[in-house]
């Protein structure tokens, strides 16, 4: 590992400030992704910009007809709350799914949205339940906040603090899990939402997760496995590597999906 | 250099670590305990597993500086002197172990799956729970028995010397 300059936050303002003195500085939430990257020099920040006394970033909330968790909140915590159990219990059961319980201890919903891996799990969720990523300048929603491959919509020296998820009238998340990583080969998330149903795709894609319109509409008509028979996505443009090839993939949102929607109900 | 001070199996420790120091070089190389591994270094193997805070985590995955005002329990100190921690019997009972390098990290995941999980812990519990502890000689028939038998054994209550645990 390269050698860095570490500093506490003890505010967002100072950790902002901070982002924008520093040149090659990273923030740092739950470390999860973050170490095991400096420890290969796959990163090397300059600075490193510790969250973790920040107060007051990991309250999980319901809002209106939202659910709104803190950015540094740990997957354990969504995991077992009861509140998210009760009003979003695939979230739930998708923070339970992550890595292992000693990962989910550390990691946070913010650090996994912001790295944007594409087979992390949350980022499925957030495009998948139309959720709103709050930062310390806007609010920014899924669709525009994914990017591609470890990219997203925020600027360099902006900061989730939040995620605000609309409460779904149904919802199922499917993964299917390399068994080595812990992260999703495929993963996909369905949810029935009062004005539309989307379907969201991680693990599969080459620039990252994507929703799959033709499985949306269709179930938009019928909300029940039969209504995706038949149908399939191409394999070009997916991922394809040593764990699976592009096609395989394919043919894994299809099954996922169907999985999925008849958890769902 | 940062300075770390953090209370690890009830002792208070004080030093200065360089910025990259992990919490278990910290661990076996500065505190010289080194009953918590280093089995992969890559946050796979549990092998470093110990509790911050109460909490199981990957000692290889965080920084010293990280655990700054911390309560931290190794495997050292789960055992009351010369009694042993119910976990640490069981797994000796069931021989729970083959060439005992994943030992510690698969007892302070235990202890730790205990903790949240209750003490009836069934089969396909356990294995789920141990997804991130990772046994080379695949000894894990006997490792499940003796998480079972002493999640059961700890409900006489653990004798410890750190009331969080």
Known sequence: MYNFTYHRASGLRQATNMLGKFEEAKLLAGGQTLLPTMKQRLASPSDIIDLNKIDGMSAIEVKGRNLVIGAMTRHADVASSPMVQQAIPALAALAHMIGDPAVRHRGTIGGS????????????????????I??????IVADEFFRGLFETALASD???????????????????????????????????RPSEVRVAVTGAGAS?????????AALKKRFS?????????????????IHGSAEYRAHLVGVLARRAVADAG | MPSVSMTVNGNAVKGDADART?????????????????????????????????????????????????????IEGLANGATLHPMQEAFRDNHGLQCGFCTPG????????????????????????LEGNICRCTGYHNIVKSIAAGAKAMKGGAPSHQAAE
Not at chain 1, 134 to 139: E, F, I, L, N, S
Not at chain 2, 106 to 129: N, P, S
């Open chain 1, 225 to 241: 496995p039969k209504s995706l028979e038949g149908l399939t996505i191409p394999a070009d443009g997916l991922a394809g590597d």
């Open chain 2, 22 to 74: 992990l919490l278990v070089q910290y661990l076996r190389e500065t505190l010289r305990l080194t009953g918590t591994h280093v089995g992969c270094d890559t946050s796979q193997c549990g092998a470093c597993v110990v509790h911050v805070n109460g909490k199981a985590v990957k000692s290889c995955t965080m920084f010293a500086w990280q655990a700054e005002g911390a309560d931290v329990l190794t």
């Open chain 2, 106 to 129: 698969m007892i302070m995941t235990a202890v730790d799956m205990v903790h949240r999980l209750g003490h009836e812990l069934d089969e396909r519990t356990i294995r789920e729970e």
């Open chain 1, 134 to 139: 709050v930062t310390t300048k806007r609010k």
């Open chain 1, 208 to 216: 990252g997760v994507f929703r799959v319109p033709e499985f949306e």
């Open chain 1, 113 to 132: 949205i912001a790295n944007n891996d594409p087979n992390a799990d949350y980022p499925a969720a957030c495009l998948g339940l139309a959720a709103t």
């Open chain 1, 158 to 192: 902006e900061i989730i603090t939040k995620v605000s998820f609309p409460v779904p009238k149904k919802a199922a998340y499917q993964k299917f899990r390399n068994p080595a990583s812990r992260f999703a080969l495929v993963g996909v998330f369905v949810a029935k």
